[in-house]
């Protein structure tokens, strides 16, 4: 039996890219939403997840670090995806034809410049794919879709502007989530370690919770903050720094932290991707 992941988006989606990029061997099985993704897994569906967090030109995903704590899965592996975005339109369509672009919230940001230079008016798409999909079935050379060309293969388009984003470095960093946490691997690259947190309700918490990673030389690659159900008073903390939790200095990050929170999750151990040293 083959062992399937689950991404969010149509078939052609730049989720279903980073599944054939990162793991090859597994089917991708496609998902209307990211909650839909992480249902999948955790009900035994999937085998794996692949869920976009962040995007270089865009930044973060909105929503998806909210969802990951209460997932019930842990994060296995990262994967970098290059995002190449083209316009697409109908077989015969010119660029001069069309007059709407459709694509994801996210990925209308990332080729303004192009949109703006063609006046074409960017529409809000609930996935890229679908977009490319919804192009090929209407066959209305005035719409085009923002998508990749996987997506113009697989659905008959044609690419009528190709890699327009505005940076040429413009890239998806994904998460590969699973139901089990694995602490067993040792990577290439060095090793990632990702967990939420919340501080005590004392004076300089935050501060002094973060005391611990500098004076024992982890290097914090990410901190970001979000409320808790609606409270402005309950702030959780999405962490991910360099090196595994029993490697000693991060052992003793992690006590110091212990002592200015209420709350630690270990969210996932995972080895830092080649794409992540080498840009």
């Given at each position: 039996?083959?062992s399937?992941i689950a991404?969010?988006?149509?078939?052609?989606?730049?989720?279903?890219?980073?599944?054939?990029?990162a793991?090859?061997?597994?089917?991708p099985?496609?998902c209307?939403?990211?909650?839909?993704?992480?249902?999948?897994?955790?009900?035994?569906?999937?085998?794996?997840?692949m869920?976009?967090?962040?995007?270089?030109?865009?930044?973060?995903?909105?929503?998806?670090?909210?969802?990951?704590?209460?997932?019930?899965?842990?994060?296995?592996?990262e994967a970098?995806?290059?995002?190449?975005?083209?316009?697409?339109?109908?077989?015969?369509?010119?660029?001069?034809?069309?007059?709407?672009?459709?694509?994801?919230?996210?990925?209308?940001?990332?080729?303004?410049?192009?949109?703006?230079?063609?006046?074409?008016?960017?529409?809000?798409?609930?996935?890229?794919?679908?977009?490319?999909?919804?192009?090929?079935?209407?066959?209305?050379?005035?719409?085009?879709?923002?998508?990749?060309?996987?997506?113009?293969?697989?659905?008959?388009?044609?690419?009528?502007g190709?890699?327009i984003?505005?940076?040429?470095?413009?890239?998806t960093?994904?998460?590969?989530?699973?139901?089990?946490?694995d602490?067993?691997?040792?990577?290439d690259?060095?090793m990632?370690?990702?967990?939420?947190?919340?501080?005590?309700?004392?004076p300089?918490?935050?501060?002094?919770?973060m005391?611990?990673?500098?004076?024992?030389?982890?290097?914090?690659?990410?901190?970001?903050?979000?409320?808790?159900?609606?409270?402005?008073?309950?702030?959780?903390?999405?962490?991910?720094?360099?090196g595994?939790?029993?490697?000693?200095?991060?052992?003793?990050?992690?006590?110091?932290?212990?002592y200015?929170?209420?709350?630690?999750?270990?969210?996932?151990?995972?080895?830092?991707?080649?794409?992540?040293?080498?840009?």
């Open positions: 039996m083959v399937k991404f969010q988006g149509e078939m052609g989606a730049y989720g279903h890219q980073a599944c054939l990029e793991k090859p061997d597994f089917a099985l496609p209307p939403t990211f909650d839909a993704a992480i249902a999948a897994v955790r009900d035994g569906d999937a085998d794996l997840g869920i976009a967090v962040e995007n270089s030109t865009y930044g973060r995903v909105a929503d998806v670090h909210a969802l990951l704590p209460e997932s019930g899965l842990h994060i296995v592996d970098f995806v290059r995002v190449h975005v083209n316009l697409l339109g109908v077989k015969g369509a010119k660029l001069a034809d069309v007059k709407t672009a459709h694509g994801h919230v996210v990925i209308l940001p990332q080729c303004a410049s192009f949109l703006k230079k063609h006046d074409i008016t960017g529409k809000v798409s609930s996935d890229n794919a679908k977009a490319a999909k919804d192009v090929a079935e209407a066959g209305d050379v005035s719409r085009g879709a923002l998508a990749s060309e996987l997506a113009a293969e697989m659905y008959g388009l044609d690419v009528l190709r890699h984003e505005d940076q040429d470095n413009n890239t960093r994904f998460l590969v989530m699973a139901r089990d946490l602490q067993t691997r040792r990577g690259h060095g990632m370690t990702s967990f939420v947190f919340r501080v005590r309700n004392i300089a918490a935050l501060y002094k919770a005391g611990g990673f500098a004076t024992n030389g982890v290097n914090m690659t990410k901190l970001e903050s979000y409320m808790v159900g609606g409270q402005f008073t309950a702030t959780q903390f999405f962490a991910e720094i360099e595994h939790p029993e490697d000693r200095n991060v052992q003793l990050a992690l006590e110091e932290l212990g200015f929170t209420d709350m630690i999750r270990l969210m996932g151990v995972y080895p830092a991707a080649a794409r992540r040293r080498n840009g």
